[in-house]
């Protein structure tokens, strides 16, 4: 894989996300499909997958709808504004389908009826705790040749906890999140996944038990894939401040974690970097850690994040960051990314993280006033 190179000026292909929340419909107060596609386009995105966890919930073609013409209207509107300025900008914005209905987990979503219109299923933002549901759900997904995503969470092993149950928590007062509410149900969706033959992708994962766990699925030939996001990679819970832009889910681990995740990268274990760009309102993330609502934003500095601190720092080469970030989430999510053009990127460029110039509605990023290297050109 050759990156294009001239002076400080690179062409990169265009990044593939595959996890974001653009809210519409039904939170359009928080994030809507326009100014997600002008953040995703602003971070050098082309193609992004948004999550199901909206009103309605995707779980039949009719409830997709709405969010169909919502996607269509946006993606014209891109196309637009690049014209009239003599530009090629242009953003493709797949939807997941939810795995089921209303992501209650109870009963299976319409899977037939909705995998022309979907790039994937999942239920984000809810684990699915029946194992004989996500059994089904796997059988279903494996005969339609789509991935099932999991936000893998035990519900049972959460006892209140909203940060990680680590060294902050135990100094401050807060009730932690178990890493074991992560890698529990992953455990037992390998084993089903290595049943069923399903293609599995799991989410946002953080712990290192995660990181094992799937490394040694892939070693005995389960047909999984994961992804992580840039704040596990570049942040751990001994960074945490009483502010509600570090509050994500799964929350920000320890440094043993952090580590784990890193070399998950370098050996492959690893195979994308998603962003789980989150919005929420101004309101809703001031609140503290504990009643802040979960998640950040991530789309429009997430590069520069991994350029500075995972390139520059020689964690990772550029090349390799490259594959996390656009090659191997199309290969694996079926992307086409053919007669699409390179952005070119100015790496010697510097700026000051300021979410209040973010082009999304959400502004809550625990990176604000970060020094970063790598700016955009075109």
Known sequence: MAVQRQKNIVSLPGFVDVHVHFREPGFSYKETMLTGAKAALKGGYRAVCTMPNLDPVPDSPEKLLPQLKLIAEAEAAVSRKAQASGKKAQIRILPYGSLTVDEKGEKLSAMEALSPYVIAFSDDGKGVQSREIMRSAMYRAKALGKIIA?????????????????????????????????????ERDLELAAETGAAYHVCHISTKESVELIRQAKKSGV???????????????????EDGRFKMNPPLRSPDDRDALIEGIKDGTIDMIATDHAPHSAEEKSRGLKDSLFGIVGLEIAFPLLYTYLVLENVIPLEKLTELMSYAPAKRFGITQDGEKNNLWDLDAGFTVDSRRFSSMGKATPFDGRKLKGKLIS
């Not at 047909?223 to 401040?241: G, K, R």
């Open 150 to 186: 999991a936000h893998c969470e035990d519900n049972s092993l959460l006892r209140g906890g909203y940060i990680h149950d680590g060294t902050y928590a135990k100094a401050h007062g807060h009730k932690g999140i178990s890493s074991e509410s992560e890698w529990r149900p992953i």
């Open 223 to 241: 047909n999984v894939s994961c992804e992580t996001a840039p704040h596990y990679l570049l942040l751990t819970d001994e960074d945490l401040e």
